[in-house]
């Protein structure tokens, strides 16, 4: 693993129709971590995961991956990024094969048939679906359509790749696949994973670095040593609920 700085969020502050959504919110992410996301709701992750892809424009602040800065340059920024926002969404009477070739075609850097070919086959196998990438999307479980999302994430090479509740309605077996899943592309390719969960069990699982929001501002961020010291004997979400509450 790597310690390079990869994602950089600095001040970033929303204001709209009268509110603040978020307010002065900063921290980092380094290459080949995973970075637990969590906060109540209507805490605002949601809406600065939308800030990280550009989908919306910050009040002050500026999110930076890989040194390229989203507000400035939108396109190279995210160039290095692959998101599922919100649910993975797919032409049901497609294959999933079909379904990423499509999405294929949209990345620049793959500019032939033959290079948007080899990526779809190396992104199925890569989720353990290439069995069922001639399968129409309509039979997959949803678990199948969680990975086949991760599959269209990694279409573009990324460096970090962003999941908002991508374990929301998975079965243990389906939160089982995603989890190896995550760790497998953190070991084998240090690609860095934003992950915004309720799931604090699994989280612990897999984050190497926790940042957690409250109302819109910062409340902590640290490693996942740090908070389990923090935690002690209370238990880490014991501990999570009185920061909330407090």
């Not at 934003?194 to 910062?218: C, N, Y």
């Amino acid at each position: 693993m790597t310690h390079t700085q990869l994602l950089d969020v600095s001040s970033i502050t929303k204001k709209a129709g009268g509110r603040t959504l978020l307010q002065d919110v900063s921290f980092s992410v380094r290459q080949g971590e995973v970075c637990g996301f969590v906060g109540p709701n209507g805490a605002g992750k949601t809406t600065l995961m939308r800030i990280m892809t550009g989908l919306i424009k910050p009040t002050r602040g500026q999110v930076t991956i890989g040194g390229v800065s989203v507000q400035e340059d939108r396109k190279r920024a995210l160039s290095q990024v692959g998101a599922i926002v919100e649910a993975p969404i797919f032409f049901p009477y497609l294959s999933g094969r079909d379904n990423l070739m499509n999405l294929a075609r949209l990345h620049p850097n793959l500019k032939s048939a033959a290079e948007r070919k080899a990526r779809v086959e190396e992104a199925l196998q890569t989720v353990g679906l290439e069995g069922r990438g001639g399968d129409k999307v309509r039979t997959y479980s949803l678990g199948m359509n969680q990975r086949l999302g991760i599959a269209q994430a990694l279409l573009g090479d990324p460096k970090l790749i962003l999941l908002d509740e991508p374990a929301n309605g998975l079965d243990p077996m389906g939160i089982r696949e995603l989890r190896s899943l995550i760790l497998k592309l953190r070991d084998e390719r240090g690609i860095s994973f934003f992950v915004s969960s309720h799931l604090l069990d699994e989280l612990q699982r897999i984050g190497d670095r926790f940042v957690m929001i409250k109302e819109g501002r910062l409340l902590w961020q640290g490693t996942s040593e740090e908070w389990k010291d923090n935690a002690g004997s209370r238990g880490l979400e014991e501990y999570f609920v009185e920061l909330m509450t407090s």
